[in-house]
Structures are given as C-alpha cells and as structure tokens.
C-alpha cells in the first residue's frame, strides 16, 4: 500500500508538472518590428489564456546570438505565462553579422514596437517588463539604463514612443565591458572580450575608439534616477561573466539611491539546472512592480 501511495503522489506532481510548464497559449511567430541589414528583425507574441494586461519583453540572446522567429519555447516562461503575463521573445541579427551597439539599437526599436501596438496585444504600454539572461540581460540593462523617448517628429510612428522599461528581472548580464575582471574573455590588453572582437567592429581593433563604444554599451556608466526596479540573479562559480559584474552594479545603484535587488547563487555557473524555478520569483517581481 505505501509503495502505491508513494506512486500515486509522484505520479500526481508529475502531472501537475506536465500541465504547470504548458500552460495553454496562443502565438503568433515572426511579427516584424522592423529591419536591419536588409534583413527582417522579428518577435514572437506568446499569449496566456488568461491575460492580465501586462507584457514582458523576452531577450532571447546568447553571446549576442540570437533565436530565430518560433524557436523559443513557451515553457521557458511557463511561470509568467500562468500568471497572464503575454510573452514577447524578441530576436536580432546575430553577431557579428550584426554590431553589438546595432543589436542594442534594434532592441530599443522593439520596444517602441510592442509600446505602439500595445492596444492590439491587450497589454498597458505604461507597464512593460523585460527579462532575459546573459547578453539577453546585458540587452534589458541596456533597455532600463538607456531607453528614451520617442522623436515626436519622427516619419515613422514607432518611433515616436519610448523605449523605456518598467520593471527588470535577468539572469548573469554583463554590466561593463571596460573592466571585465577575471572573465574567460578578458585578455587583460584593456579591449573587448577576446571572443566578440569581431562583433564591436573597428573598436574591436581600435582602443581609442574601444573605450568610447565599450562605454556607450556599458549600463553601468548610465546608472541614473530613472532605473526601474531590477531583480539580477547571478552564480558565484561563474566565470564567463563574473559575479562581481553585478555586484558593481547594485553597488553603484545603491549609491544612487536606486532599488537593484542581487540574488546570489551558490556553486552557480553560466546557468545552472534549476533556472527555470527562479523565473517563479520574476513573476514574484513583476507582480510587485508592474500590476
């Protein structure tokens, strides 16, 4: 009877898994928010069944190398799609095709996308998240640290509104590409990370030109008052990206009087297994700083 008693529970959560991490949803692949290149820059739009009014914005990069329109799967944001959150997995043109200050550019025109057709999707366009991990976290950063209004004058009417997010909530992001620590990447030459050289174009060979784009890329140099909350989770085994990127970061923020909340990981690499776990506390996040 135990033995049964014992199948049955696992059985149980099994299925209530199963049915957690697909929550029923509609998308629609591909939208385009605008070109680079000559080529289409698009967005999938990942809606829950139930919708509570609200948008995340969904920075699918990795080494500034992006998923392509219906590559993302929906479980991965399983815990902010159950809360009605609509999902928005914003792709690039990868590097080095495209330019790292390219790529952040595109994103801020991905906001202004989502903001302008806000109406459409049923979310507020006051009230727009952002998440993602590794360079996906470098592009929210970016995102909270640099977004602007739009050209009221601006032909087209996209670009006419703000690229400004409401709320943060990323996994290990690179914070300042001048002083890299004790990454992988750092060659200790004072330039970029020795596997993006390519990806910064003529500042990757240029240190003048290096400490100029290095900055402007940088977010923690444009830390100011209009940060909105951020939520950084990051590993202290990671040395990719170390921690101390963040630290500096919630360390500057903090002398600002800005709210950036780091939570550690213990024996956490670039990843680590249960990440999917920690999006359960972004949606912790988002509830408290968007709804």
């Known amino acids: 009877m135990a033995a049964l008693f014992v199948v049955a529970i696992c059985a149980a959560v099994g299925s209530y898994l199963w049915m957690y991490y697909h929550p029923r949803f509609e998308r629609t692949d591909g939208v385009v928010y605008g070109q680079r290149h000559g080529i289409p820059l698009t967005l999938d739009v990942i809606r829950p069944a139930t919708p509570n009014g609200f948008g995340i914005a969904f920075m699918v990069s990795g080494g500034w190398k992006s998923k392509r329109a219906g590559e993302t799967p929906a479980w991965m944001m399983a815990p ?14 990868s590097q080095p095709d495209s330019l790292i200050p390219e790529i952040i550019d595109d994103m801020h025109r991905a906001i202004r996308f989502i903001r302008h057709n806000a109406g459409d999707y049923g979310i507020d366009p006051k009230r727009i998240g952002v998440t993602g991990g590794s360079a996906g976290g470098h592009l929210s950063l970016m995102l909270a640290t640099r977004g602007s209004p739009g050209a009221p004058d601006a032909a087209d009417p996209v670009d006419r509104e703000s690229s400004e997010v409401q709320a943060v909530a990323i996994f290990y992001p690179v914070t300042d590409l001048l002083n890299l620590g004790e990454s992988t990447e ?6 970029p990370p020795k596997s993006f050289v390519k990806a910064f174009g003529d500042a990757g060979i240029d240190r003048e030109l290096w400490k100029q784009v290095g900055k402007e890329c940088s977010p923690i140099y444009f ?32 002398e600002i009087g800005e709210d950036v909340e780091l939570v550690v990981h213990p024996r956490g690499e670039h990843g680590w297994p249960t990440m999917v776990l920690d999006i359960e506390k972004f949606g912790d996040w988002f509830d408290r700083h968007l709804r």
């Open 223 to 254: 830390l100011d008052p209009t940060l909105p909350p951020t939520l950084i989770y990051h590993g202290d085994a990671d040395t990719l990206v170390p921690l101390d990127q963040s630290r500096r970061f919630e360390a500057r923020a903090e």
């Open 186 to 191: 750092n060659l200790g030459d004072g330039g």
């Open 80 to 93: 902010l799609l159950q809360r009605g959150y609509t999902i928005f997995a914003v792709c690039h043109v």
